[in-house]
């Protein structure tokens, strides 16, 4: 059996030369992007195995594929792929194990990726939390697995366009010995179909296409540069925009990369170099980020390549995480370095625990005894979806939507298991339906200037402002202000609020408020505590002037 991605991080970090390599000390330059944004450019992409199928799900490929050693034998503690636990809530159907219990007594199940639901869910997700494109991993579609990885395809496309997210093909081409030929049969006869999809992304008006692992220095990727050349120069042929998925030591040519393949890199249109199981620590990332990250974008820069570098949470399985301050600092540091886009590992790789998507809080929801981590295994408790929505705050962190911080901003528990008294708004992200010229952006509102404001188109209503608290907090009062000189007016307006960003419920209102300078031209609503992330003011009429109209705003928990 060719050596997985896990066996060969694993062999890497065993025998590493990291002591080999000269301490560059470089201080990066601003970078600036080969390619203009696009769908992975400027964006945060994830990548989706979509690998799990359970019996009874319809699977051509039949029995627990990718939860177990056997497929052909249920889950169990002994005969098993896995490493973490998914938190199942949200899924409509669980395949029961043969596990033990969870610790609260509920039967341990699994989900199916096969099941639309499944991938219908995990889209939603990346929807909710700005995971902006999912990298579908395609494995030789050759073999027994190929007419499920092919359905997989179909219903990755469909949940793309259901919810408005773009997807790609990412060839892994572990263990594909024919790859040099079947991988084009395949994008031909096969996956060029999908380019149709409104979803399909695009760089450059060109679709695109990922292939990972030329150039290993493993048994399972034994390929020639001459062959691995040939097909990226025949994809390009084909139009697409190519992503290689490289050695982390491809510009030397050491330690995990075969020497040799230069030419081989540098034909791709970004490379993407590959980062799971080479540190554990934050001294590590920093290391990296100084000694190969840097120099890495400068090559890719000088060669007009665009820079994709891996980020990841860490392996929950060996207690990397430290309750999301290793992924902020992977995040951190490849924003600052000024990478052109993110591609995180894994949204759904619960084989080697370095998954994203909502995983398991704690023992009450992990099977007993297992010896299985949950998320709050260092003693720190956090939400299932705490890796969600550390990653909506990195991609915002990429497109300058929050200030670059290296301290992490996203509690692990939504609300932070203690409300902040703070000002929940400020300096948050801010939308609006509309603005009256360039000044008056909604971003003014939470700037903390009384005399900057953001005003609505003229003369239109209804009209709404809205900010992403960045995490569901529970909100009980507002504070909304005009300019202190302005002369009194009314407003007729509603507060909403969402934890989703997509259906907003009534927190209160509408009602008219009053704004007047006698009283500090500023008005406080009350209500009771609602979980709230998207907070919108919703402005139906004004009589002081024909528009929605906010200097600031302020947001308080209960």
Not at 161 to 187: C, H, I, N, P, S
Not at 357 to 370: H, I, L, Q, R, V
Not at 434 to 454: E, H, I, L, T
Request: aromatic share 12%; charged share 20%; hydrophobic share 35%.
């Amino acid at each position: 059996m060719a050596p997985t991605r896990r066996t060969l991080i694993r062999s890497l970090v065993a025998g590493s030369a990291l002591a080999a390599l000269p301490d560059l000390a470089l201080t990066p330059a601003p970078a600036t992007a080969a390619s203009p944004a696009g769908d992975v450019v400027g964006k945060v992409t994830v990548g989706y195995q979509g690998w799990f199928s359970c019996p009874g799900d319809g699977a051509p490929i039949g029995g627990w594929w990718h939860w177990s050693r056997d497929r052909f034998q249920s889950p169990a503690p002994a005969n098993t792929t896995i490493v973490s636990w998914p938190d199942m809530r949200e899924y409509t159907r669980g395949y029961p194990t043969a596990y033990p219990n969870l610790g609260d007594g509920r039967p341990a199940t699994l989900f199916s990726s096969y099941d639309q639901q499944t991938v219908d869910t995990h889209f939603r997700w990346m929807r909710e939390y700005g995971c902006d494109t999912a990298a579908l991993q395609r494995f030789n579609p050759f073999g027994d697995e190929g007419p499920t990885r092919d359905a997989m395809a179909a219903k990755v496309r469909s949940a793309a366009e259901r919810f408005d997210r773009k997807f790609y093909v990412m060839y892994d081409v572990t263990g594909w010995t024919a790859m040099r030929t079947q991988l084009k049969e395949d994008w031909t006869t096969r996956m060029s179909a999908h380019t149709a999809s409104p979803a399909y992304a695009r760089q450059n008006g060109r679709p695109v296409v990922c292939v990972w692992g030329f150039g290993f220095a493993d048994d399972g990727r034994p390929f020639a540069p001459d062959a691995c050349l040939d097909v990226v120069r025949w994809l390009k042929a084909q139009g697409c925009y190519v992503i290689g998925g490289v050695p982390t030591y491809w510009r030397q040519g050491i330690n995990d990369s075969r020497p040799g393949f230069g030419e081989v890199y540098r034909a791709f249109d970004m490379l993407s170099p590959w980062m799971v199981g080479r540190t554990g620590t934050l001294d590590g990332l920093d290391w990296f980020h100084a000694n190969v990250n840097v120099p890495d974008l400068a090559d890719c820069a000088a060669h007009g390549i665009d820079y994709q570098p891996c980020v990841m949470p860490g392996d929950l399985s060996a207690g990397h995480r430290r309750h999301g301050d290793f992924y902020w600092r992977h995040l951190y540091n490849m924003v600052r370095l000024g990478a052109q886009g993110l591609y995180v590992s894994m949204f759904d790789e619960f084989n080697e625990g370095n998954q994203i998507a909502k995983t398991s809080e704690t023992g009450a929801s992990t099977p007993a005894g297992t010896g299985i981590r949950a998320l709050d295994e260092d003693g720190t408790a956090c939400s299932a979806d705490y890796y969600l929505r550390l990653t909506a705050d990195g991609g915002r962190m990429l497109k300058g939507q929050l200030a670059l911080t290296p301290v992490r901003p996203t509690p692990p528990v939504v609300g932070g298991g203690q409300p902040p008294t703070g000002d929940l708004a400020a300096g948050r992200p801010a939308s609006a339906s509309s603005q009256q010229g360039g000044p008056y952006g909604p971003g003014n509102a939470v700037d903390g200037d009384r005399g900057s404001y953001w005003e609505s188109a003229n003369g239109a209503f209804p009209q709404w402002w809205q900010a992403d608290l960045g995490a569901t907090w529970p909100v009980a009062r507002l504070v909304l202000a005009l300019p202190a000189g302005w002369a009194a007016r009314t407003q007729t307006l509603s507060a909403q609020g969402s934890t989703d960003g997509a259906t907003f419920g009534t927190l209160t209102g509408p009602a008219d408020v009053r704004f007047d300078p006698a009283t500090g031209n500023q008005a406080t609503l009350t209500f009771p505590a609602t979980g709230v992330r998207y907070l919108r003011v919703r402005f139906t009429a004004n009589t002081g002037w024909p528009a929605g109209q906010l200097a600031t705003l302020s947001a308080y928990a209960s």
